[in-house]
């Protein structure tokens, strides 16, 4: 027993290892971009901050507000001492919140964080539903229906979608709300978890219907490719049916492909987040990331690209976590004698 | 219990456009096997010896067409015949441990085998350690991977899918190449055990050396046709019917070493009369003219006018 659990201790050791400095070489690199491309970008730190009293203040007020927040000093040292606070934790306080950053992307996230889950797992499964149901039966009708309704998703733009799904569902059939997290006029308090899963639902579909047509097309593909490999065509040979063939083989086989891509696709979720929480008024991170874009509110935009930055590292690493998990030859390969 | 006359496997193909385009890869393809004996089928690769198997089991891709007769066990075999057959009458044992799923241990795929004949769970799992034990493979190879079996071993476990079926007509496909000359001997001492235990066995290969080994008749396959079949004494009696037989032989590093000049006409291209007549020294008119038939020749049979009794 001390032998076998010995070696694995020492992968988890060694692999936690490598993937937190590779993190923390990517967070260095997003800290370098943000930086530089920040300071050449024409917002005016200052003006930024004081806003709409920008007349009430004496340019000699203004060059002391930039000597207090050092924006005199060289670029190098202006850096250095932004990363100084950054490691510290301090991201520093959001000009449209007027809240720590953290905070708000705590808070924002959460809201988030339930709409991205529901999507995620919405268009995962789905999506390798039709994805198998359309490999197995090539080219017969249903695999052209899904074929044809993924194609179509897929080149259908996110905020569209969205607002078709408003127009149906909201302003004809009455049946969704048609913005925020939850009805006007309640307190946060007094919300109750339908109300939240009611408001939640439309954008939560919307998101995952975008990513469905990718996961069908990427499963599709995949099961192809695995009923015309050797090993199928042997278990043909045996005797074995159409579905007992993608049962015992089939699935085995696009479960890996499959989840490398669910978790690569955090990404593209996170992205999507930002159009369709803009287009239902949804009060999530994605909502946030367009008001500090258009509002100039720097320190909330840094933070979050270091938020998504994490989050999208984070989902990749679990999909690292899952190979050796499902996949016997990554597993075992070493110890092969 | 398998005889086959006259097969042939067309296979229709669109190429740029919509034509159509139909490529004839076996033509008159004759065999026949009974229970207890071993028959090779030796040929080039593109001879047809694997889509025989195929279209024995019914696996052959969609696009193909199949004439001819094939009877097993006095009955015709319809593709529904095939389908009903494949896995508990007839019984494939492949190439390579590519033919097993990389991500399932062999246990179970062993294991899944003998279920699908219809055996119950229990009966199987009894079927499984029966046969592993019979080819000395240690319990614990029932928890490997495919990835995780020596050659050897892999042979064994390829040999014990088909012995697990309990199939009366066994088809192995190149069981041999690329191997340690130890295996190579070994699986083919496996194949006439089958043999010698009342089974038909097809043993494919293009080895004819290790055909001659085990096999007690040998077919000669030569662009989707039968040559040849004849009685494996025959070759080294010199006793051979067919010119593409004997230059076959020649061709072997212990008798003269003379590779047969030219190329197998490929089945885009197939000559009208006999196929073997752009490379045959005997060739004359009458091989231009139209395909010789199989004929009983000296106790065996031969595709060949010019082959005298």
């Known amino acids: ?337 | 219990m398998l005889s086959i006359s006259n097969l042939g496997v067309t296979f229709t193909q669109y190429n740029q456009g919509l034509r159509r385009k139909q490529l004839t890869v076996i033509t008159d393809l004759d065999l026949d096997v009974q229970s207890g004996e071993v028959v090779a089928v030796v040929g080039a690769s593109g001879s047809g010896k694997s889509l025989l198997a195929h279209a024995l089991l019914g696996i052959l891709p969609k696009n193909a067409a199949i004439s001819g007769t094939m009877r097993f066990q006095g009955e015709m075999l319809t593709p529904k015949r095939c389908q009903s057959l494949r896995g508990k009458a007839i019984a494939l044992i492949p190439q390579s441990v590519g033919y097993l799923d990389p991500l399932m241990k062999v246990g179970a795929q062993v294991q899944r085998v003998a279920q699908l004949t219809g055996c119950s769970k229990a009966e199987a799992k009894t079927g499984v350690d029966r046969t592993f034990t019979r080819y000395d493979l240690p319990m614990n190879v029932r928890d490997r991977y495919p990835f995780q079996l020596s050659g050897g071993m892999a042979r064994r476990v390829l040999v014990s899918t088909a012995v697990v079926t309990k199939a009366q007509l066994v088809i192995a496909d190149e069981p041999t190449p690329g191997l340690h000359p130890d295996v190579v001997k070994e699986t083919l001492s496996h194949l006439r055990e089958l043999a010698t235990e009342g089974r038909g066995v097809i043993l494919i290969t293009h080895d004819i050396e290790a055909a001659l080994q085990i096999a007690d008749r040998v077919a000669v396959f030569y662009a989707g046709t039968t040559v040849e079949i004849a009685a494996a004494r025959d070759f080294h009696s010199g006793n051979l019917r067919h010119p593409y037989t004997q230059a076959l032989w020649r061709s072997l590093p212990q008798n003269e070493f003379m590779p047969v000049p030219g190329n197998q006409p490929s089945p885009e291209q197939l000559p009208t009369g006999c196929l073997f007549s752009d490379r045959c020294p005997w060739v004359s008119e009458i091989c231009d003219a139209e395909r010789p038939q199989l004929r009983k020749v000296r106790e065996g049979w031969v595709r060949c006018v010019h082959a005298k009794g």
């Open chain 1, 1 to 337: 027993m001390d032998m076998r659990v010995k070696p694995l201790l020492l992968f988890i050791v060694i692999f936690a290892a490598q993937k937190l400095l590779r993190l923390g070489l990517l967070l260095m690199a997003v800290a370098v971009f943000t930086f530089v491309l920040l300071s050449f970008s024409p917002i005016d730190p200052v003006k930024a901050y004081i806003g709409a009293d920008m007349m009430q203040i004496s340019p000699e007020q203004q060059v002391l507000i930039a000597e207090r927040w050092g924006l005199d000093q060289p670029i190098g040292e202006r850096f250095l001492d932004w990363l100084g606070q950054l490691v510290q934790g301090n991201l520093g306080t959001s000009l449209v919140f007027n809240q720590p950053v953290s905070e708000v992307i705590a808070s924002r996230f959460q809201a988030s964080l339930q709409m991205l889950a529901i999507a995620w797992l919405f268009s995962g499964l789905l999506g390798l539903a039709l994805g198998i149901t359309a490999g197995a039966l090539q080219g017969r009708w249903p695999d052209r229906l899904i074929r044809f309704y993924a194609y179509t998703l897929a080149s259908a733009p996110t905020f569209w979608v969205a607002l078709l799904l408003l127009i149906i569902f909201a302003v004809s059939f009455k049946i969704a709300p048609v913005c925020c997290a939850a009805p006007p006029g309640v307190l946060s308090q007094n919300v109750t978890f339908w109300q939240r899963l009611h408001h939640l639902l439309l954008p939560a579909a919307a998101l995952s219907i975008i990513g469905i047509a990718n996961i069908t097309l990427h499963t599709r593909q995949k099961l192809i490719d695995v009923l015309h490999s050797d090993y199928v065509l042997f278990a043909r040979a045996q005797g074995e049916s159409l579905w007992n063939i993608v049962r015992y083989h089939g699935f085995r086989n696009i479960l890996l492909p499959a989840i490398t891509l669910q978790f690569a696709s955090l990404s593209e979720l996170f992205g999507g987040s930002v159009l369709v929480e803009q287009v239902f008024a949804y009060p999530g991170l994605g909502e946030a990331t367009v008001q500090a874009a258009l509002r100039s509110d720097i320190p909330l935009l840094v933070g979050i690209v270091f938020f998504s930055a994490l989050f999208v590292y984070t989902g990749n690493t679990l999909a690292d976590l899952a190979y050796p998990v499902i996949d016997p030859r990554i597993r075992l390969g070493d110890s092969l004698t």
